[in-house]
């Protein structure tokens, strides 16, 4: 007879509902063990794994909002900004970048940091990662004594944003489009009794919305869900409070499997 | 497909290269006898030759010129008969140029029995794009930073240069196993069901990236034409502006050529099931950025 304790466990019950940022980080490689936990346990398991509608659009808007504004920093801003500076100080826009040009772009984002601090307005986070990329982007290639002037600067960055880009379109339609991986779409009708419940607990509107469906899938397929998000800020912390009002529960990737033993 | 006609050309994307090289052929067996040393041999030779009396290279583009002249609107200040003529004939002179293709399609049908003149052949195709892809996100690039597209736009053409080198790679994998097939045939009753298998095969992907080929082709010559004030300008227009173009008209193209990519796409999965997947290399600095930015509030990207 087997006396032994057994840690094992029971077998789950129920699916995910996944959030835009799980699947980002999932096409972007970012949170890695997370994700990679999470799949784990989805395919050791046989969990179905969904997304919403929902998330569905807010993912594409999301890459493509941010290809197109960095896209517009880098003709605009950056372009504007180093050719003004070229043209005060009678240097050809066809000289190779030098320190000076490093320095000139520093002036823009002190700018910006400047004016961010009096307005109040935003976070300094996406000037800053700009602002890496872009300086050391020059940097290394000034250190291996590349010429490079502005055009060839601003089309080198264009370049890899492209080729990034195109990469994720390729992952995403794999993902989502084709359904290829670990997730299925799913077309879901929201119930406005519920989308007005999230509402006051303080989830905002995209978050609402992706909520709301993984509540109303739960509720019509009797099926039991959790809602998988990497958003500590504005869902895990509310997780309780969602839970005690919607009756879903909301988790990290990394503890998934065990919501739903 | 590069934005705009300098340095690049139909020929480069044209499924009538690969269709004349791959689909509008057929083998033949050639018996000779000759006498070595007083003795009499038969000597086989198989080669291809063409299905059908080939189409001038000049009907056909000034075909898909008319084609797509009498689906996308033009300017007033243009007259879409000359249209077609001034773009055929750039694609004709480039195609006069092109020695390298004329050649791989001649090798095709000189071959012989020993050789793998068909995988030859898509290999040269695909070398050769392979070659210039790095040109073709330099033109894209370059094309953006003068025009006030948004990037994503541009974006969509970089997925279908990506798609479309591909789609060359499932055709050459295509093309080698039947090719291999046939040349490990018994006989040549063998030989030609192999080729004829291929041909099935292979020929419904050529006709759906043809499709997807045309409505890239019109929405590009549509930016075009309505960004060029004269015939000259139509080759390389100073500025895209999306304030040229008719609203309308232009998300009616763009959603047609999305459309049309993202079906050749679902069509290429049945021929390699992996071919989307990507390797992103999180480490590299621009995926680590676009990563960081693209989980911020939306409303904060201003700057």
Not at chain 1, 129 to 141: V, Y
Not at chain 2, 37 to 47: C, E, S, V
Request: aromatic share 12%.
């Amino acid at each position: 007879m087997n006396v032994g304790i057994t840690l094992s466990n029971p077998s789950p019950i129920g699916c995910f509902f996944l959030d835009t940022c799980v699947i980002l980080s999932d096409i972007l490689k970012e949170n890695t063990p997370r994700i990679e936990k999470l799949k784990k346990d989805v395919n050791l398991h046989n969990i179905p794994c969904y997304i919403s509608d929902s998330v569905k659009q807010e993912i594409y808007e999301k890459i493509k909002q941010t290809s197109d504004f960095l896209g517009k920093v880098i003709r605009e801003t950056i372009k504007f900004h180093l050719e003004d500076f070229r043209k005060r100080n009678k240097i050809p826009l066809t000289d190779p970048m030098t320190s000076n040009d490093i320095k000139a772009l520093e002036d823009l984002f002190s700018y910006y940091y400047n004016a961010l601090k009096i307005t109040k307005v935003g976070l300094q986070n996406p000037i800053s990662l700009i602002e890496e990329w872009t300086i050391s982007f020059l940097g290394e290639q000034l250190d291996k004594g590349v010429k490079i002037n502005i055009k060839q600067f601003l089309r080198e960055l264009i370049k890899k944003l492209l080729e990034l880009t195109s990469y994720i379109e390729d992952l995403y339609d794999e993902l989502i489009t084709f359904q290829r991986k670990f997730v299925k779409v799913k077309n879901i009708t929201l119930d406005s009794r519920i989308v007005l419940v999230v509402k006051s607990i303080g989830i905002h509107k995209k978050d609402c919305d992706h909520i709301a469906s993984a509540v109303t899938y739960q509720i019509r397929e009797r099926e039991k869900v959790v809602f998988v998000t990497l958003d500590f800020s504005s869902i895990l912390e509310k997780r309780h409070l969602i839970q005690k009002q919607l009756d879903l529960e909301c988790c990290d990737p990394l503890y998934a499997l065990h919501h739903l033993v | 497909m590069t934005f705009p006609a300098s340095g690049t050309s139909l020929v480069d994307y044209s499924g009538s290269a690969l269709r004349y090289g791959l689909m509008d052929i057929k083998p033949v067996e050639v018996v000779e006898t000759i006498k070595r040393f007083g003795l009499k041999f038969k000597k086989i030779t198989r080669k291809f030759e063409p299905l059908k009396p080939a189409q001038s290279y000049e009907d056909l583009v000034t075909f898909q010129n008319k084609t797509i002249f009498s689906t996308v609107q033009i300017p007033e200040w243009f007259d879409a008969d000359k249209l077609v003529k001034v773009f055929s004939q750039y694609s004709i002179e480039n195609y006069e140029k092109d020695t390298e293709l004329k050649k791989a399609i001649e090798e095709v049908k000189k071959a012989e029995r020993k050789g793998r003149p068909l995988l030859s052949f898509i290999q040269f195709i695909k070398g050769r794009f392979e070659s210039r892809r790095n040109d073709y996100l330099e033109v894209e690039a370059e094309r953006f930073l003068t025009s006030n597209f948004p990037l994503s736009f541009y974006s969509k053409f970089v997925v279908f240069d990506n798609t479309y080198y591909d789609f060359l790679k499932i055709l050459e994998f295509k093309v080698r196993r039947y090719e291999f097939l046939a040349s490990s045939a018994r006989n040549f009753l063998m030989y030609q069901r192999r080729i004829a298998e291929m041909k099935r095969e292979i020929g419904p992907l050529i006709d759906k990236m043809d499709e997807c080929v045309f409505s890239c082709a019109c929405l590009k010559k549509y930016i075009i034409v309505w960004n060029s004030k004269d015939y000259k300008e139509i080759f390389n227009p100073k500025f895209l502006d999306i304030n040229n173009v008719e609203i309308s008209e232009f998300e009616r193209l763009y959603n047609n050529f999305s459309i049309k990519l993202r079906e050749t796409r679902e069509f290429m999965l049945r021929y390699n099931p992996d071919f989307l997947h990507k390797e992103i290399n999180s480490e590299e600095r621009t995926t680590k950025m676009f990563g960081k930015l693209v989980n911020l509030s939306l409303p904060v990207l201003k700057l």
